[in-house]
C-alpha cells in the first residue's frame, strides 16, 4: 500500500505502511531463524519522487511532520502538481538466507529470478555484452 499512500500525497499513510512493512519482514525473519533454508528477498517494483527536503519552498508540494524527536520534517513531492510519479532510481533490494549472499549492490531482474531459483548469477563479459 506504500505505493498508494505516495499517489495520494498521503506521507503519514506511507509511513504507516513502512512500519506494517517492517513488521512483516520481522515475521519473515523469525520463520527463517526456525527454517534456514529461507530465502527472503525485500524490494519494491519502482521508486518516487517524494524526498525529504529542507524547507517548505523546497518542492512542488510538500508536507511538514513532526519526527519522533520532535523536530520538524519537510517532504516534497517534487515532480508532479498532485501526488507523486514513479522515478527510474534503482532501488534498494535485500536478502537474507541461502542465495542471500548473491544480493549485493546492483542487481539485475533476471539475476534476481536466478537467485531465487537456487541458480549463481550470470556472468557478465567485460564488454558488459
Do not use: W
Request: with cysteine; charged share 20%.
Amino acid at each position: 500500500m506504500i505505493d498508494k499512500q505516495e499517489h495520494g500525497s498521503d506521507i503519514c499513510g506511507a509511513i504507516g505502511d513502512l512500519r506494517e512493512l517492517d513488521e512483516a519482514v520481522q515475521v519473515a525473519l523469525a520463520f527463517q531463524k526456525k527454517n534456514p533454508d529461507t530465502l527472503i528477498i525485500v524490494t519494491g517494483d519502482h521508486a518516487h519522487s517524494t524526498q525529504i527536503v529542507g524547507g517548505v519552498t523546497d518542492g512542488k508540494q510538500v508536507a511538514t511532520l513532526q519526527t519522533a524527536d520532535g523536530d520538524p520534517m519537510t517532504v516534497a513531492y517534487s515532480t508532479s502538481d498532485v501526488g507523486s510519479d514513479h522515478t527510474g532510481t534503482q532501488i534498494r533490494v535485500a536478502a537474507s538466507g541461502p542465495q542471500g549472499a548473491n544480493v549485493t549492490g546492483v542487481i539485475d531482474q533476471t539475476d534476481l529470478f536466478r537467485t531465487m531459483l537456487g541458480r549463481s548469477p550470470s556472468v557478465r563479459s567485460p564488454s558488459g555484452r
